[in-house]
Each structure stands twice: as structure tokens, then as C-alpha cells.
């Protein structure tokens, strides 16, 4: 319905836009489908004679996902404050639909496209925007558009085989190795498939852990507190660049055949960092966030989510200088719990809770 064409408006409006260099900002942690999508989007600006380049703020925090960066030579800056990007003209989005947080994106800077599969907190106004929710990955949007007909992928085109396979990555981590993949990724899997390179596809698909990730794992099993079909967990703290440990312990968790719906939190850097996910169909994780956790004083929600998974991020100011860990850690429990509970009203009436 109505996508068939899209790619020729992607066309217009990038060859639109010549005058100014383009900058592809990752949201949070960038993972292979923000990859895979960032590199199909800098790949269409340098066929249509426009310069982009690859921006993330927040560190790559998986090692499978460092692992494919360095695989593929990826070429990312980080950026580090609003400064680096004063020189760029355009701002492109990919696999998410609002512009990273953590940095302040200048008022020269304009939003031009937004291609994303998640659900957004609100449209954002741009020139081009596609944001699709019947794909599991933001690389099966962009696959399309070049099957279509917007530079198409061939076997001998320069970077071609980087690309497709990034974005062929994108797509299996993202569908859970295609477990949750719709039609429309498989085709684009297919489509792909025939660029990518199968071995370097093998190596990047050898999931490693960091060390601390798996010490992250074990203590959400120590802390795991189930209530009927829902558990929660608490890590504790976790460093930035392991950061993923979190919904990795989460996803851990769900392989439990009694449990359908978990929450695994922890303290990372000066903030609560939470993921959720179900196997529920009746419960929804965007809306679960925001009765759990709601708004902050800008009116944007601490968390959301699309169908199957959900995260939050409540900062924690100046509580978070302290120098005394555990009660800090006891706070940060009893706050989780407590909103938690909003949505799971047992979870108040459970007895790992303290001086009950
Ligand atoms: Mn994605």
C-alpha cells in the first residue's frame, strides 16, 4: 500500500540536496541494523553526488557489534558535542525517528529523512520520512528501495558487498535470526543475500561476550524475582560499553518457559538503564513504559517499545554523584520496583521486598 514508489521521493530529495555535506546520526547504542542502514543511506548520497557521513554519540557497547565494525571497516565518528556537527548542512536519520538526546543538534543543522520500523513517540517533519511497521529491520526498508530501482545493488559495484552484508546482518540480528522476520525481510534478506559475503557473514555472526556482560547475566539470575509470568532483575552497575548486558540478560531470562514478560535494570553511568521483554501478546511495552514510568518535564516519555520489546532510561541527576554504592543501588531498586509495580500490582506484595 503505497510504499511502491517511495524510493523515487528518497531519490528527489537527496539529489535536492547537494549544497550541504550530510551527516547520518545514530541513535543510542548503534547495533547492526542502525549500521547496516546508515551505510545503505551513505551509500545512496554517494551515488546521487551528496557527501554523508556516519555520526554515532553513545559507544558501540556490544562486542559482537564492535567485532562487525571493525570487520567491515565501517567508517563512524563519534561525536562528542554539538560543535562537530556545525559543519554539516542535512541530517539524516536511521533506525530511529527522533535525533540522539545526549547531544544538542544545532538549529543550522536540517532534518532531512527519517526511515525507520519503530514505533515513534510523535512524526517527526521532515522532507522525507518512511517509517514502516510491517519490517523487522530498518535494512529491509532501504534493501527495497534500491530492489526497486534506487541504485540497485550489483556484484562488482565498489563497496556493494560491505553494504549488502552489514544490511543483511542488520536484518537477522534484528529479527531475532529471522525467528520474528515478516515477508518483507525476507525478501530483503534474499535480495541481499546474493551481494553479501557469506564468509565474512559467518565470522560477524559469532556472538562473543565482554567479560562483564556475562558477569551481568549471572547477577540478574541471583537478583531474579518472578511473580506468576513476570520477572524482574537488577544487574546492578554496568559500564556504558557493556551496556547491552542488559536486555542481553533480559532475552536470557525469557527462555524461561514459565515467564513471558521480564524487566532487567541496572545503573548505567548517571542513570537507570531498563529493557523489557514479552512473549505476551496482550501486553504492550510502550504502554507498559509510560504507566510504569511516564513522562519527564519535557513531556518525553523515560521509555517505549514496539511489539515484543520495550526499554527505559530515567537519568538519576545529582542522587548519582554519591560515593556510597550499595544505598544507592537499594534506592534505585526500590524506585524500579515501585513504578514496576504500577504495572504489576503483585510485585508490591512479594516478599523479596526489603523489611517486609
Ligand atoms: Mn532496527
Known amino acids: 500500500m503505497g510504499h511502491a514508489d517511495r524510493w523515487q521521493e528518497l531519490e528527489r530529495v537527496l539529489s535536492g540536496a547537494t549544497d550541504k555535506p550530510h551527516v547520518i546520526l545514530l541513535g543510542g547504542h548503534p547495533d547492526p541494523d542502525s549500521i547496516g542502514s546508515a551505510l545503505a543511506h551513505k551509500r545512496l548520497c554517494e551515488r546521487l553526488g551528496v557527501s554523508a557521513t556516519i555520526a554515532h554519540v553513545l559507544p558501540i557497547s556490544r562486542a559482537e557489534n564492535r567485532a562487525m565494525v571493525k570487520l567491515l571497516n565501517v ?3 563519534k561525536m ?3 560543535d562537530d556537527l556545525e559543519t554539516f548542512g542535512y541530517l539524516s536519520l536511521v533506525d530511529a525517528s527522533q535525533s540522539e538526546q545526549t547531544i544538542k543538534v544545532p538549529e543550522s543543522l536540517q532534518l532531512l529523512t527519517v526511515v525507520d520500523h519503530h514505533r515513534p513517540a ?6 522525507f520520512v518512511d517509517i514502516r511497521h510491517d519490517v523487522g529491520a530498518t535494512a529491509t526498508i532501504y534493501a527495497e528501495y534500491s530492489e526497486r530501482g534506487l541504485v540497485p545493488f550489483s556484484a562488482n559495484g565498489n563497496d556493494d558487498s560491505v553494504v549488502a552484508t552489514a544490511m543483511f546482518f542488520g536484518i537477522q540480528t534484528d529479527t531475532d535470526d529471522f525467528a520474528f522476520a515478516t515477508p518483507n525481510d525476507f525478501r530483503a534478506a534474499a535480495y541481499l543475500k546474493q551481494f553479501s559475503d557469506a564468509e565474512t557473514l559467518s565470522r560477524v555472526g559469532r556472538r562473543t561476550l565482554t567479560a562483564e556482560a556475562m ?4 547477577s540478574a539470575l541471583r537478583d531474579l524475582e518472578v511473580v506468576r509470568d513476570f520477572a524482574i532483575a537488577g544487574v546492578g552497575r554496568i559500564s556504558a560499553i557493556n551496556r547491552d548486558a542488559i536486555p542481553m540478560a533480559a532475552d536470557y531470562i525469557l527462555r524461561r518457559e514459565d515467564i513471558d514478560t521480564v ?3 541496572g545503573i548505567v553511568e548517571d542513570r537507570i538503564d531498563g529493557s523489557l521483554r514479552t512473549r505476551r501478546a496482550s501486553v504492550d511495552p510502550a504502554a507498559f513504559m ?5 513522562d519527564d518535564s519535557q513531556g518525553r ?3 517505549g517499545g514496539r511489539a515484543d520489546m520495550g526499554g527505559f532510561r530515567v537519568p538519576l541527576g545529582m542522587v548519582a554523584e554519591t560515593d556510597d554504592e550499595e544505598t544507592l543501588w537499594a534506592l534505585v531498586k526500590d524506585i524500579v520496583r515501585q513504578r514496576v509495580a504500577r504495572v504489576v500490582p503483585d510485585l508490591d506484595k512479594s516478599d523479596k521486598r526489603k523489611g517486609d
Not at 122 to 127: E, M, R, V
Not at 290 to 294: D, P
Open 75 to 77: 567508517p563512524m565518528v
Open 80 to 82: 562528542t558535542d554539538s
Open 122 to 127: 510523535a512524526i517527526p517533519k521532515a522532507p
Open 215 to 218: 558477569e551481568a547475566v549471572g
Open 263 to 265: 524487566v532487567v535494570y
Open 290 to 294: 509510560q504507566n510504569a514510568f511516564g
Open 301 to 303: 516519555p523515560y521509555g
